[in-house]
């Protein structure tokens, strides 16, 4: 079974250009995930899918970072511009479904990142 | 208060050796409760789900008290192998959520 795919692995930017990363998750995962993972620390969620509408998006810096899951399958996560501290390891991850009572207790299966240096 | 604190690393330990990794959550709704891997520059993948009455796989025992808001990762018989970050995370129960700790790094030596 193919694993969750992400590109680009790796970016290299100037602050205030734009960026983009793309994911394409497990076949049959309804549930989509980004996380950003800065250096030291655990993954933070930014924003939750199910099939193409948001569940969470309450830590997605919206002034500028957008997502979108237009067709349920695979998703796009957008900086513009970027800031230094936006530099990072961008986590995809998708799992099942969540359960009526909305809790995930489907493993998150992860993908390999795309690492983001903002210069 | 971060919503999930783990022990701060790194914790380096001979091959052979028992270590244990405490973490500590601060909502008391939370409903599940995990402990991931992530070997270095590599994607967490999920080690084990923590379970009320403990449970254990093979060398790796999982613990959680629910009243005192803890959470604990027994290794016995480290391995070389067994070196990566171990991240303990919990579901909030709104919108099936994952909150991760800040990773607690082992080191096994030889």
């Known amino acids: 079974e193919a694993g969750v795919a992400q590109s680009p692995r790796y970016k290299i930017i100037e602050k205030r250009q734009s960026v983009a990363f793309w994911c394409n998750p497990i076949s049959g995962h309804a549930t989509l995930y980004w996380y950003q993972q800065i250096l030291g620390q655990g993954p933070k969620l930014l924003i939750q899918f199910q099939n193409n509408g948001v569940v969470d998006d309450s830590q997605l810096p919206k002034d500028r970072f957008s997502a979108e899951r237009l067709k349920g399958v695979d998703s796009t996560l957008k900086i513009q511009p970027a800031k230094l501290e936006d530099s990072a390891v961008y986590l995809c991850?998708?799992?099942?479904?969540?359960?009526?009572?909305?809790?995930?207790?489907?493993?998150?299966?992860f993908g390999p990142g795309t690492r983001l240096t903002v210069l | 208060r971060k919503e999930v604190e783990q022990d701060p690393g790194p914790f380096n330990v001979p091959e052979g050796a028992t270590v244990a990794f405490n973490c500590t959550y601060s909502?008391?709704?939370?409903?599940?409760f995990f402990w991931y891997r992530q070997d270095c520059r590599k994607e967490p993948k999920l080690l084990m789900s923590?379970?009320?009455s403990g449970n254990e796989d093979g060398r790796f025992t999982a613990q959680l008290n629910r009243a005192s808001q803890y959470i604990s990762l027994l290794i016995r018989d480290s391995k070389l192998s067994d070196s990566a970050t171990y991240l303990c995370?919990?579901?909030?129960?709104?919108?099936?959520?994952?909150?991760f700790g800040q990773g607690t790094e082992l080191s096994v030596k030889p």
């Open positions: 991850a998708s799992s099942l479904e969540l359960d009526y009572t909305g809790l995930n207790t489907d493993t998150q299966y």
């Open positions: 909502n008391s709704a939370s409903q599940s």
């Open positions: 923590v379970y009320s």
């Open positions: 995370v919990v579901n909030k129960w709104q919108g099936g959520k994952l909150i």
